[in-house]
């Protein structure tokens, strides 16, 4: 059984960086993370509150062939991984948490972090979140289809 930690919970997180960005759901339970973006990465890591109060995020992502990437590297033909860490400073966790921007300079991207309601979007953090992602977007397709028909 895992622990329950301060940021137990599920969270949009939309992550900017020189080529773009992509939103992903992910579920937090302890100080493990784990869930998916829009791109098609899957991943797990870590969320530490560290001695000072600082937040330290540990992910790792696996994307699949063909996934854009937000800080401009080409997409591949393969599968691969991306290791992202990031620290938070202890007076910038609680805005970073509540939605506020935050500049993450060892990555060189910028986060929004936002707890959403589990019984919501937890299955978007799960396994199966990027066939919702496909579905909701195929029903809203759908229906601009009819719109623009007229």
């Known amino acids: 059984?895992?622990?329950?930690?301060?940021?137990?919970?599920?969270?949009?997180?939309?992550?900017?960086?020189?080529?773009?960005?992509?939103?992903?759901y992910y579920k937090v339970e302890g100080t493990s993370l784990s869930g998916?973006?829009?791109?098609?990465a899957r991943a797990t890591g870590t969320i530490v509150r560290n001695p000072d109060r600082?937040?330290?995020l540990d992910i790792q992502a696996d994307l699949p062939p063909d996934a854009w990437m937000i800080r401009g590297t080409t997409p591949t033909f393969v599968w691969h991984k991306r290791h992202v860490t990031f620290t938070i400073p202890a007076d910038a966790v609680d805005a970073t948490?509540?939605?506020n921007p935050y500049f993450a300079p060892e990555e060189e991207v910028t986060v929004v972090i936002r707890k959403v309601p589990a019984e919501q979007f937890g299955d978007m953090a799960g396994p199966g979140g990027l066939d919702i992602w496909i579905d909701l977007l195929t029903q809203v397709?759908?229906?601009w289809k009819k719109v623009?028909?007229?």
Do not use: Q, Y
Not at 2 to 11: A, I, L, P, Y
């Open 97 to 99: 948490f509540n939605g």
């Open 36 to 40: 998916g973006d829009i791109a098609g």
């Open 54 to 56: 600082s937040v330290t």
């Open 1 to 24: 059984m895992v622990e329950k930690g301060e940021f137990d919970g599920v969270f949009s997180v939309t992550f900017s960086g020189p080529a773009g960005s992509a939103l992903g």
């Open 141 to 143: 397709r759908d229906e």
């Open 148 to 150: 623009d028909k007229d």
